[in-house]
């Protein structure tokens, strides 16, 4: 067997710098230190999110460690300071040490993850095969990296960069995560409130993805550019099993699904909801998004049998055109209603999530949207401007029509977390959407003192909070970060840069923070 590695894997703290933090289970942590401890090596895990570390403490416990390869992911371009900020000061405390960067960040933008020149890899696309690979040739004191693909790497001062040739075929090779190293009960016996896809009901919670890839074109989405086009998913019974494993060994009494193709297969899915029915556990469920087009009042019927207790609609305009024309979207909107009103009649919560802002929709047709939410009477209504991301339709469109700030780069975490809007065409500026996005969100999801109500319960807080949240994200055009509220912005930017004060924000209710495998999945 070859040398063994000490191998040291984190990611960046994403309350750093001013953004939103997520204290959410490690999902991609997890099953990356299974992985590598499946491969022979020794290997030490640290999420900085759950004691609030800042970069010098993180590099602190690196050094402490004193690990041969440093491995750190991440989950989006919004962290990409994190990251970059990280790797300079792990580099900076020991230039010899191996170090390895990986995730979404890595995956769509290789050149800006390695354009500090800090780490010495990048991972790109799925890493479950990939790290074994790269550790054993790291321990062979390996030099030539052409044949492998999935990687960039420096040779000679020049990047180079080996894009993804293989996705791996079967999924139930990926090992269970291996929560005794990340301790998660930590994390699952803690509520993630301001939010509705983190904020669990029922502890200790876990979660967990079953699938990767999506066939369909919508403009917005790069998850094709990270997961292909095929969909691969895990086999219901593996699932099933985790499942099994998650309750007897966890105590597990809430699983959040965070797949972006849950119910593409409708047998499958309904295998899996068969077999929820018959072991019959002390465990409700949830997913992050549901394919509305692929949904039936069956799987509906299935689905709150099976425990499900809230379902998210990922409808994203409520004008058919922009859903056919502008957004590439294959939903028709007169489905809608009847789905979200029949997950109310079964008790089921209610969400609806709309984007807003893209290259060649009107403003009378972002107004439709308003509208459309309005009209289904959703538990919780959430408005996110379109954000270009890389190798996305939406993107190319947004370049070509000038529609771009001068000097948008994919390296400004600024633009991206879907809160604050940078496309601005002859119908609207990016303040035009962040004034109608937030005033439209307080007008639909509190008209009333019942829908307050419901709006409160799905995000875990009080009506004190409430109105709390409601004012001051009003005051900040849409961005609010409910934890900051004794501090200024110009502070709360200075602190956060080494330790984050934030615990929400009005962004994307969490569906952003996806616990991502090592370069695995995309946010939709």
């Known amino acids: 067997m070859n040398r063994k590695l000490r191998v040291f894997i984190t990611m960046p703290n994403t309350s750093w710098f001013g953004k939103r933090q997520w204290l959410v289970p490690p999902y991609t942590l997890a099953v990356l230190a299974a992985i590598v401890r499946n491969a022979g090596h020794e290997v030490s895990v640290l999420d900085p999110n759950l004691d609030n570390l800042s970069i010098e403490e993180v590099v602190g416990r690196i050094a402490e460690a004193d690990p041969d390869v440093v491995g750190i992911t991440a989950m989006s371009l919004e962290y990409a300071k994190g990251v970059s900020e990280l790797t300079l000061a792990v580099k900076a405390q020991n230039p010899q040490r191996k170090l390895l960067v990986g995730g979404i960040f890595a995956t769509t933008t290789p050149e800006l993850a390695m354009g500090n020149h800090a780490a010495d890899f990048a991972v790109l696309g799925e890493g479950e095969e990939r790290i074994p690979r790269m550790l054993h040739l790291l321990a062979e004191g390996a030099e030539d990296f052409a044949s492998f693909d999935g990687i960039a790497y420096w040779r000679d001062g020049e990047l180079l960069v080996n894009r993804p040739a293989r996705m791996i075929p079967d999924l139930d090779v990926i090992p269970q995560p291996a929560y ?22 029922y502890l200790p919670y876990a979660v967990t993805t079953t699938t990767r890839g999506c066939p369909f ?21 593996n699932v099933l099993a985790e499942i099994d494993w998650l309750v007897k060994e966890w105590g597990i009494r809430e699983l959040i699904f965070l797949d972006d193709q849950l119910n593409y297969d409708r047998k499958r899915f309904r295998a899996i909801l068969g077999g929820l029915i018959e072991r019959d556990y002390d465990l409700h469920w949830k997913a992050g998004n549901i394919t509305t087009f692929l949904l039936t009042p069956e799987l509906i019927d299935l689905m709150a049998e099976s425990k499900c207790y809230q379902v998210i609609f990922p409808i994203e305009s409520g004008n058919q055109h922009v859903l056919d024309k502008v957004l590439k979207k294959p939903l028709k909107l007169d489905r809608v209603p009847e789905l979200v009103r029949r997950c109310r009649e079964l008790g089921m919560e209610t969400a609806v999530d709309f984007v807003i802002g893209s290259p060649g929709e009107t403003w009378d047709q972002i107004r439709d949207s308003c509208n459309f939410a309005d009209l289904l009477d959703a538990d919780l209504t959430s408005f996110h401007i379109a954000t270009p991301l890389p190798y996305t339709e939406l993107y190319d469109l947004a370049r070509e029509g ?15 977390g879907f809160g604050r809007g940078c496309i601005a065409t002859d119908q609207f500026t990016p303040n035009d959407l962040h004034i109608l996005r937030a005033l439209e969100w307080d007008r639909i999801n509190f008209k009333t003192p019942e829908k307050k109500q419901r709006f409160a319960a799905m995000t875990g807080i009080t009506q004190e909070e409430l109105e709390i949240w409601r004012r001051n994200t009003i005051r900040n055009l849409g961005l609010y970060f409910p934890k900051a509220e004794n501090s200024s ?9 080494t330790r984050g004060s934030a615990d ?10 996806k616990i991502i495998h090592l370069g695995e999945r995309s946010a939709s």
């Open 489 to 497: 912005g110009t502070e709360t930017q200075k602190s956060a840069a």
């Open 217 to 237: 074109h919508c403009i917005y989405c790069s998850s094709h550019a990270i997961d292909g086009r095929q969909v691969r998913q895990r086999s219901a019974e």
């Open 402 to 416: 000038g529609h771009l700030p001068e000097g948008f780069s994919f390296g400004n975490h600024d633009y991206f």
């Open 180 to 201: 005794d190293l990340v301790g998660l009960h930590r994390y699952s016996a803690t509520n993630h409130h301001f939010g509705n896809v983190y904020n669990a009901r």
């Open 504 to 513: 929400g924000l009005l962004d994307k209710n969490g569906r952003f923070g």
